[in-house]
T-cell receptor, first 116, second 115 residues
Framework: GAVVSQHPSWVICKSGTSVKIECRSL??????MFWYRQFPKQSLMLMAT?????????EQGVEKDKFLINHASLTLSTLTVTSAHPEDSSFYIC????????????FGPGTRLTVT | DQQVKQNSPSLSVQEGRISILNCDYT??????FLWYKKYPAEGPTFLIS???IKDKNEDGRFTVFLNKSAKHLSLHIVPSQPGDSAVYFC??????????????WGLGTSLGVNP
């Protein structure tokens, strides 16, 4: 149980274009999902907390207009990187929290984004 | 300001021996602590957690110890296996500005278990 999927697993796009990454909880409902970014050999950096049916809460320093988050259902959250730049190239990971266990998060496999 | 610290970036142990991964924290308001295991290019996998009201939690080969007075926790893996080779992240549960729980992460410790 507690499986989280991400799509796509990797994507290459050109500078200036937008990319959408999907995060789905497959066998449980997740009121809250989280989006992380990981740079090589660094820890996970929380970008935002996504709540179903409401606006996401962004961490300090994360541009909300650049990283658009939508959590339209209890099993799906999307992250759209708008007007992508090479410095946005990174490994993006989502996680979902099962409402019955508020302190645990279950992670997707991640999406490797490369902006050329 | 690193609220969760894993001071050892890497650790190497022999198969069959004990692996001890350490984690320190600064915020006394943390009420849950979790350990995750991560392979390259994959999402983290939950291993074990401990509530701040306990001092030990055990699950198979994995045991987590919490010393609240020292603000220190450790993960023990006994016996260590080559498949345990991965990066281990310590995380602490807190609240964000929207009053949602979030995890504060350490920088990770890369564990290598040698056959």
């Amino acid at each position: 149980g507690a499986v989280v999927s991400q799509h796509p697993s990797w994507v290459i796009c050109k500078s200036g274009t937008s990319v959408k990454i999907e995060c789905r909880s497959l066998d449980f409902q997740a009121t809250t999902m989280f989006w992380y970014r990981q740079f090589p050999k660094q820890s996970l950096m929380l970008m935002a907390t996504s709540n179903e049916g409401s606006k996401a809460t962004y961490e300090q320093g994360v541009e909300k207009d650049k990283f658009l988050i939508n959590h339209a259902s209890l099993t799906l959250s999307t992250l759209t990187v708008t007007s992508a730049h090479p410095e946005d190239s990174s490994f993006y990971i989502c996680s979902a929290r099962w409402d019955r266990v508020l302190y645990e998060q279950y992670f997707g496999p991640g999406t490797r984004l490369t902006v050329t | 300001d690193q609220q969760v610290k894993q001071n050892s970036p890497s650790l190497s142990v022999q198969e069959g021996r004990i692996s001890i991964l350490n984690c320190d924290y600064t915020n006394s308001m943390f009420d849950y602590f979790l350990w995750y295991k991560k392979y390259p290019a994959e999402g983290p996998t939950f291993l074990i957690s401990i509530s701040s009201i306990k001092d030990k939690n055990e699950d198979g080969r994995f045991t987590v110890f919490l010393n609240k007075s020292a603000k220190h926790l450790s993960l023990h893996i006994v016996p260590s296996q080559p498949g345990d080779s991965a990066v281990y992240f310590c995380a602490a549960s807190s609240y964000n500005a929207g009053n949602n729980r979030k995890l504060i992460w350490g920088l990770g410790t890369s564990l290598g278990v040698n056959p």
